[in-house]
């Protein structure tokens, strides 16, 4: 059975950082891509980083870009999110999610993602 739990989410302060580690288990094959969503009440999962396994290419959403690194140890079989500079606005439950093939329509597309954990709350507040 495939699962992905994430960790590390909290109250930080504005300025302040967070390491949020997502843990994937059961695949017997690897997947395309892992990505991290957020979301907030009322609103749409929004794509904030992917990481492409086969290139090892990087993406991000405008608004993290430069703050918010992805990574993955594959030794561990887990992926991170280093999350820098956090502003009141990144609040947000935030998930991972990975995907099996490549993507359609873009990798900040929830829709496209297979697998998802069951989110870890984030809060920036002072």
């Known amino acids: 059975q495939v699962q992905l739990v994430e960790s590390g989410g909290g109250l930080v302060q504005p300025g302040g950082s967070l390491r949020l580690s997502c843990v994937v288990s059961?695949?017997?094959?690897?997947?395309?891509?892992i990505g991290w969503f957020r979301q907030t009440p009322g609103k749409e999962r929004e794509g904030v980083s992917a990481f492409s396994i086969g290139d090892a290419s990087t993406y991000y959403a405008h608004s993290v870009k430069g703050r918010f690194a992805i990574s993955r140890d594959n030794a561990k079989n887990t992926a991170y999110l280093q999350m820098n500079s956090l502003k009141p606005e990144d609040t947000a439950v935030y998930y991972c999610?990975?995907?099996?093939?490549?993507?359609?329509?873009?990798?900040?597309?929830?829709?496209?993602?297979?697998?998802w954990g069951q989110g870890t709350q984030v809060t920036v507040s002072s």
């Open positions: 999610a990975t995907i099996l093939s490549p993507w359609t329509t873009g990798w900040d597309m929830a829709r496209e993602y297979d697998f």
């Open positions: 059961g695949f017997t094959l690897d997947w395309y891509a």
